[in-house]
């Protein structure tokens, strides 16, 4: 029964591959949002989705396309693969936009070799 | 920009003593503020917060502690546990916008 499930959950794939991580939550949430954490250890926003509608796109290349098929759902395609899209990509959810407590999946480590 | 930040990456407490865990922020916008564990291999899970109107929370074993004019926050553990040993996450919003803000982590050890 877990609240924010992502898949997969390790990804490792050559350079210029395309690939995809799914996401969803059960909680009932409105809102989803997607965050990177980089070798820092530092974790920042990429997009957020109320009601399957873009509200946040921070500073991401377009390589970077969230889909939201529906409101459960918030999964992120990524282009063209480069070294530097090596990170933990972290899915979380909240009821509401502005929703102060936000509920993080388990992580997805992704390796471009 | 880091408008969130946590100077001590790392923090070692001996079991039963207090844990004291700081945060600073830049962005006088912020008015909510959030504390998240995390444990290796897990996603960050959301701890304690608090209102800007408020200057101390408190849930158990842990308390928060906001010092609006000096823009510091920290997360105070008594006891600590030798479970409570993990990242810890500071993180701040604002109003209009959604997304959190994090700190880039404290490492705390409990030593049993």
């Known amino acids: 029964d877990t609240a924010v499930s992502q898949t997969p959950k390790y990804l490792v794939t050559q350079m210029g591959n395309d690939k995809s991580i799914k996401c969803e939550q059960n909680?009932?949430?409105?809102?989803m949002y997607w965050y990177k954490q980089d070798s820092k250890k530092f974790l920042k926003i990429m997009f957020s989705?109320?009601?399957?509608?873009?509200?946040i796109n921070e500073t991401v290349p377009n390589r970077f396309s969230p889909k939201s098929p529906d409101k459960a759902h918030l999964n992120l395609h990524i282009n063209s693969l480069e070294l530097g899209d090596s990170a933990v990509y972290f899915c979380?959810?909240?009821?509401?936009?502005?929703?102060?407590?936000?509920?993080f999946g388990p992580g997805t480590r992704l390796l471009v070799l | 920009d880091q408008q969130v930040k946590q100077n001590s990456p790392s923090l070692s407490v001996q079991e039963g003593r207090i844990s004291i865990l700081n945060c600073d922020y830049t962005?006088?916008?912020?008015?909510?503020f959030l504390w998240y564990k995390k444990y290796p291999a897990e996603g960050p899970t959301f701890l304690i917060s608090?209102?800007?109107?408020?200057d101390k929370n408190e849930d158990g074993r842990f308390t928060v502690f906001l010092n609006k004019s000096a823009k510091h926050l920290s997360l105070h553990i008594v006891p600590s546990q030798p479970g409570d040993s993990a990242v810890y996450f500071c993180?701040?919003?604002?109003?209009?916008?959604?997304?959190?803000?994090f700190g880039t982590g404290t490492r705390l050890t409990v030593i049993p």
């Open positions: 989705y109320n009601n399957k509608e873009l509200i």
């Open positions: 993180a701040a919003r604002h109003t209009g916008a959604n997304n959190l803000f």
């Open positions: 979380a959810s909240s009821q509401g936009v502005g929703g102060e407590t936000q509920y």
């Open positions: 962005n006088s916008m912020f008015d909510y």
């Open positions: 909680l009932g949430h409105d809102t």
């Open positions: 608090i209102s800007s109107i408020k």
